[in-house]
């Protein structure tokens, strides 16, 4: 493979020059290109002071950024229409706003499993106790693989929605999207998923894997901030909610009708109705930013890169002794290398020592996860590092 695109994005990410980083999991560790985003977010909002411009809740310049992060990121879930991406704070956000704002009837249930990152399983609980539907939790398995069969095990006829992550934070298992897509589809259920360990490291085909819902967000492989999210919804999913939280903007109004005042949604397949009047500009700045060099980078490059270098440090990883958990088949996996060690925290400890950044996942997994800024020589340091720990 031709390494030399990698040293030029290496570049872009202050903390690999530093450090072994592998913690993209957690979060990117910065980019200058991010620092470029919000010069650009305040020119933008000086020139536009200045010339006295409009454009509702914010500034014309303003919208035209957002407006063509809508189609970036339209284009990077493989969605039918920028007007079906709707702008977050986060993922948690984003499932909260599908659960608290779906026409639920009595008797529905959803499903999800136990190993969830608890931004998908807490907004499922609390639509249990808050929209008074049943969540059917699948229960953790011993490999912790979440077949899709033992999901679609779970629902009848009153399963509404399907709730996964594409890729597990804890455990790194990447579930089979495409197959738990044509199974919910041919039955008629929601599929909900939050992508944020998946998005910028692998293409995402959300229509061609019939995913009715994509929650995302930009400081992890998207290389942006952790004060934006968005999710991108299928038209025939967003024409089932109304927004839990309404302000005045492009789709959402009050008007005085037949003695009464009443809301009203003047285009109900569009996401905008799901915005609040007030978006995280700066944020979006950013990720305006991210998604061009990732498409300039071009995500199957990425893609490609990463998995080679998960096949080294895995394998070296289960060479050693090392109690990998994350399988070690290609659709099973996706970036993170996790491990179940005795003990968690002197194993974190020992690499922290060799200036490794890691992560400790769920307080019982040690987890190295890599990003298309990772080289074979930072694999070659933590496993350099990992013949010398002795407690594996």
Not at 35 to 57: L, S
Not at 230 to 252: D, H, M
Not at 297 to 309: D, P, Q, S
Request: aromatic fraction near 8%.
């Amino acid at each position: 493979m031709n390494s030399d695109w990698v040293k030029e994005y290496r570049k872009l990410f202050p903390a690999a020059a530093q450090c072994v980083y592998m913690d993209n999991a957690y979060d990117c560790g910065s980019t200058t290109f991010g620092i470029r985003g919000v010069e650009r977010y305040f020119a933008d909002w000086t020139k536009a002071a200045v010339t006295v411009e409009r454009g509702g809740p914010g500034r014309a310049s303003h919208f035209a950024v957002i407006d063509e992060t809508r189609v970036l990121l339209a284009e990077l879930c493989g969605a039918a229409s920028p007007d079906l991406v709707a702008f977050t704070r986060n993922t948690n956000e984003g499932l909260n706003a599908i659960l608290q704002g779906f026409a639920f009837a009595p008797g529905d249930n959803v499903v999800t499993n136990a190993i969830e990152h608890h931004s998908v399983i807490m907004p499922a609980l609390n639509a249990g106790r808050t929209r008074g539907i049943e969540v059917r939790v699948l229960p953790e398995r011993e490999d912790e693989r979440i077949p899709a069969a033992d999901l679609m095990a779970l629902c009848d006829e009153h399963t509404r929605m399907m709730l996964v992550s594409h890729v597990q934070s804890v455990t790194g298992y990447r579930i089979d999207l495409a197959e738990l897509g044509k199974l919910c589809h041919e039955r008629g259920i929601y599929l909900v998923v939050d992508a944020i360990q998946s998005l910028g490291l692998e293409p995402f085909r959300m229509d061609e894997w019939h995913v009715d819902a994509v929650n995302g967000a930009g400081y992890k492989s998207l290389n942006a901030v952790n004060s934006i999210g968005f999710t991108v919804y299928s038209r025939e999913l967003l024409k089932q909610i109304w927004p839990v939280y309404i302000a005045a903007g492009f789709c959402n109004d009050v008007r005085f009708r037949d003695g009464q005042w009443e809301l009203y949604c003047t285009d109900d397949g569009n996401a905008r109705k799901m915005e609040n009047s007030s978006l995280d500009n700066p944020g979006i700045y950013v990720l305006n930013e991210s998604l061009k060099v990732l498409k300039d980078v071009g995500i199957e490059r990425i893609n490609a890169h990463v998995r080679e270098l998960y096949k080294v440090l895995r394998q070296g990883l289960a060479d050693l002794g090392y109690p990998v958990i994350t399988p070690a088949a290609e659709a099973e996996h996706l970036g993170i290398v996790s491990m179940r060690p005795a003990d968690p925290q002197a194993m974190f400890a020992f690499f922290r020592s060799r200036n490794i950044a890691l992560s400790i996942a769920g307080g019982t997994h040690v987890r190295f996860s890599l990003g298309g800024f990772s080289t074979m020589a930072d694999i070659e340091a933590v496993l350099a590092a990992a013949r010398e720990y002795d407690g594996r």
